[in-house]
């Protein structure tokens, strides 16, 4: 048993016995460190101490705290220059929604009176055009006044405005029908007719002048050829004519103005008619006109020939009796500016 023991207790021994051989070694090992570093730090500090005192002896003279003073002052100002850019950055930001916000309201202003000035010159465009249908029935300056009207108007894209232009595109439809109408320019050849009323050769003229007698002095004494001539002379007297119709009247020189003036006036009355829409009155007056230019002027003069032809041309035209209606545009447009003026 007692060997037993012995044996039992002996690695135990041996183990503290080792701790106790390791323990000092590791203080040794501790204390050298300690030491090396200890000698790090004098040697640094001996290497400061000497910099400051060698190298750089102004560091010394230098009021630290002075500077760390001024330096925190300085922060202090920068502090307080930065919050006042931040305010005035915010006080710009205001500033700019500001005129933002009045910019939109100029832009939208502008855009008002822009549509205010386009619907007014619309609406004059519609008065002219109207006016120039109904006054002068001028089929060509009343749509050339439409169509600019619908441009105008689609110009401002306003959806308001589409009632005024789908009326407008079937007045424009309306008139397009009547187009090729040139009232203007048959008024106009009228009134060209009318002027040229002095200058037409009358008829009779060369009539009268064939129907003089020259009588002729025999020049031979013989009594053979004094009586030949005399026969010739006794048949030139007497001719004889065969015509389908009787024979115009031969009218006194101071009959010539009056007819003539009567002529202009009945020129003068089918352009009025004509402007009027009177469609019975100028076909009766140019009726008249061809009539009185067969009977009493110069059908064998280039001048009445080409009157004659105008004037049948001008009988056989198209003429319309009424212009269509084309206020409805007009009336459409007023109704859409008193909505806008009273909202």
Same mark, same amino acid.
């Given at each position: 048993?007692?060997?037993?023991?012995?044996?039992?207790?002996?690695p135990?021994a041996?183990?503290?016995?080792?701790?106790?051989?390791v *323990?000092p070694r590791s203080?040794?090992?501790?204390?050298?460190l300690?030491?090396i570093?200890?000698?790090i730090?004098?040697? *640094?500090g001996g290497y400061?101490?000497?910099?400051l005192l060698?190298?750089?002896p102004?560091?010394?003279?230098? #009021?630290?705290?002075?500077k760390?003073?001024?330096i925190?002052?300085?922060m202090?100002e920068?502090?307080?220059?930065?919050?006042s850019?931040e305010?005035?950055t915010t006080?710009l930001?205001?500033s700019s929604?500001?005129?933002?916000?009045?910019?939109?309201?100029i832009?939208?202003d502008?855009l008002?009176?822009?549509?205010?000035?386009?619907m007014?010159e619309?609406?004059q465009l519609?008065?002219?055009?109207?006016?120039?249908?109904?006054?002068a029935r001028d089929?060509g300056?009343?749509?050339?006044a439409?169509r600019?009207?619908?441009?105008?108007l689609e110009?401002?894209?306003?959806?308001?405005?589409?009632p005024v232009?789908?009326?407008?595109?079937r007045?424009?439809?309306s008139l397009e029908?009547?187009?090729?109408i040139?009232?203007?320019g048959m008024?106009?050849r009228?009134?060209?007719?009318?002027?040229?009323?002095?200058?037409?050769p009358?008829?009779?003229?060369? &009539?009268?002048?064939?129907?003089?007698?020259?009588?002729s002095?025999p020049a031979?004494?013989?009594? &053979?050829?004094?009586a030949h001539?005399?026969?010739?002379?006794?048949?030139s007297?007497v001719?004889?004519r065969?015509?389908s119709?009787?024979?115009?009247?031969?009218?006194?020189?101071?009959q010539h103005?009056?007819l003539?003036?009567?002529l202009?006036? =009945?020129?003068?009355?089918?352009?009025?008619?004509?402007?009027?829409?009177n469609?019975?009155?100028?076909?009766?007056?140019l009726?008249s006109?061809?009539?009185?230019?067969?009977d009493?002027?110069d059908l064998t003069s280039?001048?009445t020939?080409a009157a004659?032809? #105008?004037?049948?041309?001008?009988?056989t035209?198209?003429?319309?009796?009424? =212009?269509?209606?084309?206020?409805?545009s007009?009336?459409?447009?007023? #109704?859409?500016? *008193?909505?806008?003026?009273?909202t």
């Amino acid at each position: 048993m007692a060997d037993t023991e012995s044996s039992a207790t002996t690695p135990a021994a041996k183990g503290e016995a080792k701790h106790t051989a390791v *323990s000092p070694r590791s203080g040794r090992v501790r204390g050298g460190l300690a030491l090396i570093f200890s000698l790090i730090a004098l040697i *640094s500090g001996g290497y400061l101490w000497y910099m400051l005192l060698y190298e750089r002896p102004d560091l010394l003279a230098t #009021d630290v705290v002075g500077k760390l003073t001024r330096i925190e002052g300085e922060m202090q100002e920068l502090r307080g220059a930065v919050t006042s850019v931040e305010q005035e950055t915010t006080a710009l930001q205001e500033s700019s929604t500001t005129i933002q916000a009045g910019l939109e309201g100029i832009r939208k202003d502008l855009l008002k009176n822009r549509a205010d000035w386009a619907m007014a010159e619309a609406e004059q465009l519609m008065v002219i055009a109207n006016h120039r249908l109904q006054l002068a029935r001028d089929v060509g300056s009343a749509l050339a006044a439409l169509r600019a009207t619908d441009r105008l108007l689609e110009s401002l894209a306003d959806p308001n405005l589409l009632p005024v232009r789908r009326t407008l595109a079937r007045e424009i439809a309306s008139l397009e029908a009547l187009e090729r109408i040139d009232i203007p320019g048959m008024s106009l050849r009228l009134v060209q007719l009318a002027e040229q009323a002095d200058r037409l050769p009358l008829a009779g003229a060369g &009539r009268a002048a064939s129907e003089t007698v020259a009588v002729s002095t025999p020049a031979n004494t013989d009594w &053979r050829t004094s009586a030949h001539d005399l026969w010739q002379d006794l048949k030139s007297l007497v001719r004889i004519r065969y015509h389908s119709e009787g024979q115009k009247p031969l009218l006194a020189p101071e009959q010539h103005y009056f007819l003539r003036e009567n002529l202009r006036l =009945m020129l003068f009355g089918a352009q009025n008619a004509l402007l009027q829409g009177n469609v019975p009155v100028y076909q009766e007056n140019l009726k008249s006109a061809i009539q009185w230019l067969r009977d009493y002027y110069d059908l064998t003069s280039q001048v009445t020939v080409a009157a004659l032809a #105008d004037l049948e041309k001008l009988a056989t035209a198209r003429v319309v009796a009424e =212009m269509p209606n084309i206020a409805g545009s007009l009336a459409a447009l007023r #109704d859409v500016k *008193s909505r806008r003026g009273s909202t």
